[in-house]
């Protein structure tokens, strides 16, 4: 099953950029970059997901290494109500997701 | 734009006796997703449903677990005799296709004694 490596944890002062980095070394061709996070008690929300080229959306940039074998999601100017566990996956055509630990980042004031 | 809902929010059974939950996904995605997710660990994924049709099951669904998807619309997850160790939350998650971002809903907490 795909897997990558995140950091277990990380802070950030609010106000700043928040830089998340995972490595995902065996991730294949076809297979996209997704991350996620969940707030305590809820379900996961998306955040953004990629193939090759740099994303961009309302609420994050996911900058992709050329070659696919890491990534980095900014959240721009983090807010206390970013702190959540980040979940960076790969997956191909099925759709299925393999979460790992994540990454708990805590946005401090 | 409703959302996943999952029902019942909170189930507290004892050991041996049957619970079932439901998912309600969005309307018209063919692709529903369960998962479960102990304290401290990411979600695992246990089964999914392209409309009717239960595509792929996780090693970790022992007999005792049972998903349907009739219909094509809302879905059921049934665990038989349950043990303490099924104890956990239980998500459902949807998508109108493949590589397109799945929507969780809250979950179904399950506490065991």
């Known amino acids: 099953d795909a897997k990558t490596t995140q950091p277990p944890s990380m802070d950030c002062a609010e106000g700043r950029a928040a830089n998340l980095p995972c490595n995902h070394s065996?991730?294949?061709?076809?297979?996209?970059v997704y991350w996620y996070r969940q707030i305590h008690s809820q379900g996961p929300q998306y955040i953004i997901h990629?193939?090759?080229n740099n994303e961009t959306n309302e609420m994050a940039s996911l900058i992709i290494t050329e070659d696919r074998k890491s990534s980095t999601l900014i959240l721009p100017h983090a807010t206390l109500r970013d702190t959540a566990v980040y979940y960076c996956?790969?997956?191909?055509?099925?759709?299925?997701?393999?979460f790992g630990q994540g990454t708990t980042l805590q946005v401090k004031p | 734009d409703t959302g996943v809902s999952q029902n019942p929010r909170h189930k507290i059974t004892k050991r041996g006796q049957n619970v079932t939950f439901r998912c309600d996904p969005i309307?018209?995605?063919?692709?529903l997703y369960w998962y479960r997710q102990t304290l401290g660990q990411g979600p695992e994924f246990l089964t999914y449903?392209?409309?009717?049709?239960?595509?792929?099951k996780s090693r970790l669904l022992s007999d005792r677990f049972s998903a349907e998807r009739p219909k094509g619309s809302f879905s059921t997850l049934e665990i038989q005799r349950t043990e303490q160790g099924d104890s956990a939350m239980y998500l459902c998650?949807?998508?109108?296709?493949?590589?397109?971002?799945?929507?969780f809903g809250s979950g179904t907490q399950l506490s065991v004694l």
């Open positions: 996956i790969f997956s191909g055509n099925t759709g299925k997701l393999i």
């Open positions: 309307s018209e995605h063919n692709r």
């Open positions: 990629g193939l090759k």
């Open positions: 998650a949807s998508s109108s296709q493949s590589r397109e971002k799945l929507f």
């Open positions: 065996t991730i294949s061709g076809n297979e996209y």
């Open positions: 449903f392209q409309n009717e049709a239960q595509l792929e």
